[in-house]
């Protein structure tokens, strides 16, 4: 900190640079006098030298030094060219200052030129005015560097914040050739989220989210979905429990109207059946492969978070998949991104571009489409946009869908245990009991869990115990075009009102010597309703030997 | 974005002008605020009519919006939503929440 002078003003260090003559030296003994510091030159070139070495408060220069005999003074323009970073104040002297000298001396880069001798009191005067001036200049550049070490915190915290939640949100595995898509963040952080998880069953499950804003905050809204969803997608839980589940996540973490937008995709190749939930988000299409759109999935439902998860409806719209469509899901990022002249992209022209392109061109072309149209500006919002080509998911589902042998585990003979449950009527309703069990055989037979045809043996155990046995539902309801969703409707009617049961789920695991055995019966106890469903998997390194009235399956 | 705030007959009816997006936050609430503070209003309206843009902060703001009036059992709805406007709504299936006049 400078010390002051006597006066109490700021203590400035002054270049003084001038010859020595006696209006100079009252300048100096001015200065000296009132508690300044002079550092002297007697040259426009030690001047510069001078005034980098020492970065005066205020340069004093007697024009004596800079006759260029053109009016201009080109010792003063150096001098100012000079200064970068902070604006130094260079005072000029000269005799029998007019205007024509003055603004000379103005126009070469000088803040004030002084008739010499000077008139002590003004100076005095003007020199007060440069030590607040050089106070308050000083109190910037503090401040400055606070802001200047906080923008640094904060730019390192981003960086970190952002590995973080790249690692966490790195939903997708790898789906090469049937799954694609693209995030822009409008910012630093992405508001929207894609995940696509293949289910035990083989089925896959895509989540597009947007959540309420963008940056930071949207990020961290969509996370806690993305993370859940991709959990209970590998479990195996069905759509509807996917909605409920994530709409009780926001509505329990997040705060109070920070929803989100979300599509929910099942596709199900092996049963040709695709189910879409969509709520807020812009209409998911179908598009074929000639680029006509053949199948639209708009939002009939309020986004995720606003309200209870029971005023949601938590069920998909089930339709047949297309084999030859291209599914095609987007937020409003893209169709809100705003050129120079503030006209939107729209989604008119999102779709030109996905319909007049090669399938396999889709999502390069509207990401090309993007970006010219921003032309360099900054999107509104984040832009996603996601593909699914059912023609590789089919081929996926016909050749790479995990067989029933897909693991020969050695003889193993672990403790026996018994699990026996039974399933009131009330309990039936919204609960996706498949999953569960998966998830507890998983974790009590690290077998099981290993084995990828495990859930499809519970799922047909259990939907054909419930749906068939209790529910008494003709699967022929299932043909025709509007089958899947007949179907889906009547099962849902006849569960709600449902007052018959119980079902009844009984595991029993058997080690012997040559195989380990788990029998499992899942079957319906209603008046007239036969117990349909019985079976045994036996686990065993030879062939299994078949159990009375089940099913053997070797895993 | 504008606020203006008329009352007619126990209705406070606010008109929004220009963007309605996440720097409207403050402006919106101090406005929706005050609407239901003043004496004899039963129901609020907000006239969107001269929106340009709404974006899903917007959205949340209504939210925000309609909680306070059925706190204060004073009905909220929405007026004069059209294009781009009715559009965002329309999506977010925001008919369902609110009387879209």
């Known amino acids: 900190m400078p010390r002051a002078t006597a006066a109490g003003t700021r203590r400035l260090k002054v270049l003084l640079a001038g010859a020595d003559d006696p209006q100079l030296r009252q300048v100096r003994d001015l200065l000296r006098g009132l508690g300044h510091r002079l550092v002297e030159v007697g040259s426009g070139a030690a001047a510069r030298a001078q005034f980098a070495r020492h970065r005066p408060d205020l340069v004093i220069f007697d024009l004596a030094l800079d006759l260029a005999g053109d009016a201009s003074h080109p010792a003063v323009t150096a001098l100012r060219a000079l200064d970068t970073v902070r604006w130094v104040p260079i005072w000029c002297l000269a005799r029998e200052v007019d205007d024509a000298r003055r603004s000379a001396a103005i126009l070469a880069g000088a803040d004030a030129c002084f008739n010499k001798p000077v008139n002590v009191q003004v100076f005095k005067a003007r020199l007060v005015q440069i030590a607040q001036y050089v106070t308050r200049q000083a109190q910037l550049a503090n401040r400055q560097a606070e802001l200047q070490a906080y923008f640094e915190t904060v730019e390192e915290e981003v960086r970190s914040a952002r590995a973080i939640m790249d690692k966490l949100l790195r939903m997708q ?45 949207a990020a961290l809204n969509v996370l806690p979905v993305g993370r859940a969803f991709k959990a209970m997608a590998q479990k195996g839980f069905g759509l509807a429990a996917l909605v409920t589940e994530l709409n009780h996540t926001i509505r329990r973490d997040l705060p109070s109207h920070r929803f989100v937008a979300a599509t929910l995709v099942n596709v199900d190749a092996a049963q040709g059946l695709i189910e879409v939930w969509n709520g807020g ?110 023609a590789a998911e089919m081929h996926y ?94 099962r849902e009617a006849r569960l709600q009102d449902l007052a018959a049961g119980p079902v009844r789920i009984s595991i029993r695991h058997r080690a012997g010597e040559a195989d380990t055995r788990l029998l499992i019966n899942i079957g319906a106890a209603s008046p007239g309703a036969p117990a349909v469903d019985g079976a045994s998997c036996g686990c065993a390194a030879d062939a299994p030997a078949p159990a009375p009235g089940g099913m053997p399956l070797m895993l | 974005m504008n606020v203006n705030v008329n009352h007619i007959n126990g209705q406070a009816r606010l008109e929004l002008r220009g963007r309605f997006d996440f720097t409207s936050h403050r402006g919106f609430k101090q406005a929706y605020e005050a609407a239901f503070a003043a004496s004899g209003v039963s129901e609020l309206v907000v006239d969107m009519g001269n929106v340009e843009y709404l974006d899903s902060s917007a959205l949340g703001m209504l939210l925000l919006l309609r909680d306070k009036g059925k706190a204060l059992s004073k009905p909220v709805s929405l007026a004069n939503c059209a294009g781009s406007v009715r559009d965002v709504l329309r999506v977010a299936n925001f008919d369902k929440l609110f009387t879209l006049q």
């Open chain 1, 397 to 490: 589902s016909a050749t790479q869908r995990p067989a029933q042998a897909g693991y020969m585990p050695p003889t193993a003979a672990a403790g026996a245990w018994d699990l026996s449950l039974e399933l009131a009527s009330e309990r039936l309703k919204g609960l996706d009991m498949v999953p569960v069990l998966q998830e507890f055989l998983g974790r009590i037979d690290p077998l099981w869990a290993r084995s990828e045809a495990s859930f499809s043996v519970l799922a047909d155990l259990y939907t054909g115990a419930l749906e068939q046995g209790l529910l008494q539902l003709d699967a022929r309801l299932n043909e025709g075009p509007d089958g899947f969703n007949l179907y889906a409707r009547e």
């Open chain 1, 173 to 217: 595995s790898d789906h090469a050739g049937v799954f694609e898509s693209w995030i822009a963040p409008a910012v630093k952080f992405s508001g929207d989220v894609v995940v696509a998880e293949r289910s035990p069953d083989g089925s896959l499950k895509i989540l597009v989210a947007d959540g309420v804003g963008h940056g930071l905050s």
């Open chain 1, 281 to 390: 988000n812009p209409a998911c299409v179908m598009l074929d492969r000639a680029g006509g759109i053949v199948e639209t999935w708009a939002s009939t439902h309020l986004p995720l978070g606003v309200v209870d998860s029971g005023e949601l409806d938590p069920e998909p719209e089930r339709r047949p998949l297309r084999p030859d469509g291209q599914l095609v899901l987007f937020t409003d990022g893209a169709i809100e991104a705003i050129d120079d002249r503030g006209l939107a992209f729209g989604e008119p022209a999102l779709l030109r571009v996905l319909c007049g392109a090669a399938p396999e061109a889709r999502l390069d072309a509207v990401r090309v489409a993007v970006v010219e149209h921003l032309a360099g500006r900054p999107a509104n919002d984040d832009v996603t946009l996601a593909l699914l080509d059912c």
